[in-house]
């Protein structure tokens, strides 16, 4: 008798599981997507003097906060799509704090009258690479970017098209913090190659 119990409490648990872990892919997530700026060795001389503002367009086919989406079964690459996994914020405005934090980190002045950085933003999602047993979440951030003149926004000091990629491997769950990790490093790649660029720096002195 005491088999007989220990079997369904077994089976009540396996079904638990199987609930949950199904259930879970119909419920909605968000995915805390965060930034991690440059460190620099000493700041660019004379931007202490030079004032820039960042615009944010939003050139998305989707233009919700929808970044990624889960699936039945991660490890099926024929999984269908099930619930949204939307960012924590408006992701324009992830993407202008962003770049902003990295402006003020390299000394310059966020205001009017100087500068003005175009962001149009094309793309910023992260999808799902199934495996055997675990899957991979991989984002993809691109972005064009325009210096111009405040005063005269007809003068384009400088353009360039900005692509990053973030890999968090070993996923179990097509859960959002798994999605978050990788639209954070995706994120700060571009970003990264963006302020590594100095004819970017160059263009906001001129």
Not at 33 to 45: D, E, V
Not at 125 to 137: D, H, I, K, L
């Amino acid at each position: 008798m005491n088999d007989f119990f220990r079997v369904c409490s077994w089976i009540n648990l396996i079904v638990l599981l199987i609930l949950l872990t199904g259930g879970c892919a119909y419920i909605s997530e968000k995915a805390p997507i965060g930034y991690g700026p440059r460190t620099f060795s000493s700041p660019i001389a004379g931007v202490n003097r030079v004032r820039v503002r960042v615009v944010v367009m939003d050139e998305r086919s989707d233009k919700s906060d929808k970044v990624s989406h889960k699936s039945e079964v991660l490890s099926d690459p024929s999984s269908k799509e099930t619930a949204m996994i939307t960012a924590t914020r408006s992701v324009p405005m992830t993407v202008c704090r962003a770049l902003e934090r990295e402006l003020e980190n390299s000394g310059y002045i966020l205001g009017t009258g100087g500068a003005v950085v175009q962001v149009k933003l094309e793309r910023f999602y992260n999808e799902w690479v199934t495996g055997f047993f675990f899957g991979s979440a991989v984002a993809n951030f691109r972005m064009t970017v325009t210096v111009l003149s405040d005063k005269d926004t007809a003068k384009q000091f400088y353009v360039t098209s900005i692509n990053g990629t973030g890999i968090h491997k070993n996923c179990q769950l097509a859960s959002g913090a798994n999605a978050g990790m990788a639209l954070t490093s995706a994120l700060t790649q571009g970003m990264h190659r963006l302020m590594g660029d100095s004819r970017f720096s160059a263009s906001i002195m001129e």
